[in-house]
Structures are given as C-alpha cells and as structure tokens.
C-alpha cells in the first residue's frame, strides 16, 4: 500500500509564503511524475504543477507560474510545493498526487486520471 501524506498548509495573508510537503510511505513505487493540484469550493480539481521524478523537470500552470515551485527530495521520498506571493485566489485544498504510467503527451499529466495514488489534501486559506 502507498500513501501520500501532505503537510505545510494554513492561513496566511496575501503576499505571503507556504511550502507544503507531500511524503510518500508504504511500499516503494516507480512513479513518473508527481504532481499538485487543487480545489477551490465549487470548482474541479485543477493542475498546480508537476515534476519528473527521474529528470526534476517541472511544469507549472499559468496561474502559479513564476511565485511556486515545486521540488524533490529522492532521499526523503518527498515533493515540496513552495508558493509564494500568495493571492487570495489561490485558496484551496491542494492534494499530490503519483502518477506511474508514461505519457509523450505533457498536457496528459495536467489531468486527474493521468494519476494513480492521492494523497488527503491540506487547506490554504489565503485572505485579502
């Protein structure tokens, strides 16, 4: 069994910073990227950003690009998702997720079902 289990959120003012933490326990798996996606009230998952578990290579969405990065630790087995600049637009649960298939296609990895193993999601309250 593997789980994703994430850490890191809160409630922080506009402007600010968080670094969310995303560790993978359980059975060792072969995973090709891992990704972060979140969910406001009302609205669907959304691609956050992602990274290429062997390379580092990352990929982010429009709206984060440029104040969060994501990174990984292959010793710890974790992924961190730095966010700074915060914008109250930006609350949400963020979730990470393990995806273990391989794609040519990038943008397959920008959707939920490119994803096998998900973690519990932690809140980011992000206030005006």
């Known amino acids: 069994q593997v789980q994703l289990v994430e850490s890191g959120g809160g409630l922080v003012q506009a402007g600010g910073s968080l670094r969310l933490s995303c560790a993978a326990t359980g059975r060792t798996i072969s995973r090709n990227a891992m990704g972060w996606f979140r969910q406001a009230p009302g609205k669907e998952r959304e691609f956050v950003a992602l990274?290429?578990?062997?390379?580092?290579?990352?990929v982010y969405a429009d709206s984060v690009k440029g104040r969060f990065t994501v990174s990984r630790d292959n010793a710890k087995n974790t992924v961190y998702l730095q966010m700074n600049s915060l914008k109250p637009e930006d609350t949400a649960v963020y979730y990470c997720a393990a995806a273990l298939g391989n794609s040519l296609r990038i943008s397959d990895y920008f959707t939920v079902n490119m994803y096998n193993y998900w973690g519990q999601g932690t809140q980011v309250t992000v206030s005006s």
């Open positions: 990274i290429r578990w062997s390379s580092g290579s990352t």
